[in-house]
């Protein structure tokens, strides 16, 4: 118990033991589901790929916004899975794949998606070059690679920061909203 406590406080993957925490009606007010899916700019048929999906917080909006589309959800924990299959089939939403993986490894063919979002993940992942070069070849051109940075986070990145990690990789910037460390910011792939 003390490491996963450690583990909560500390850098590093959430623990899921603490996943009740992220559906919290709290969080609402550092960004709601819907705000982050109107950031997002979704068609009703759009792809779209979520890493770190946790316990599914903004999963199921995005998925509404998407009937015609396809949400795959992923996260490195399968607990995490469990709780964002269940929230998700809570809200009778079914075009959902559930994939364990790890971000820095995308299962993904090229070009399979039309979006793709983390929020307050892409601090927490080992090699977030690899990351990034993963979501790129998974990414269709033009496609939408969002992330999202929020308050209290000890693996918080810096706007400069995601920004130079993204542009290394060959993503154009496009915009950002929010401001200090409640942002999100978008980019291209040409």
């Known amino acids: 118990m ?4 450690r583990r909560f406080f500390g850098k ?3 623990p899921y033991q603490f996943s009740l925490l992220l559906g919290s009606f709290l969080r609402r007010l550092v960004l709601s589901p819907q705000k982050l899916a109107d950031r997002l700019h979704l068609e009703q048929d759009s ?4 890493i770190g999906s946790g316990p599914g917080y903004f999963s199921v909006e995005v998925a509404r916004r998407i009937p015609h589309g396809h949400l795959a959800v992923l996260d490195v924990q399968s607990e995490m899975l469990k709780r964002a299959r269940r929230r998700i089939g809570t809200a009778g939403l079914r075009s959902v794949g559930f994939t364990q993986g790890d971000a820095t490894n995308l299962p993904f063919g090229e070009g399979s998606f039309d979006v793709v979002f983390l929020v307050a993940v892409l601090g927490e992942v080992s090699d977030r070059a690899a990351c990034l070069q993963g979501i790129y070849r998974c990414l269709r051109s033009p496609g939408l690679l ?3 940075e929020q308050p209290g986070d000890p693996d918080f990145l810096p706007l400069q920061a995601v920004r130079s990690l993204a542009e290394e990789q060959g993503f154009a910037f496009v915009s950002s909203c929010g401001r ?4 999100t910011v978008n980019f291209a792939k040409p």
């Open 2 to 5: 003390v490491d996963i406590v």
């Open 12 to 14: 590093g993957v959430y």
């Open 47 to 50: 792809r779209v790929l979520e």
């Open 146 to 148: 969002s992330i999202t």
């Open 180 to 183: 200090g460390k409640n942002y």
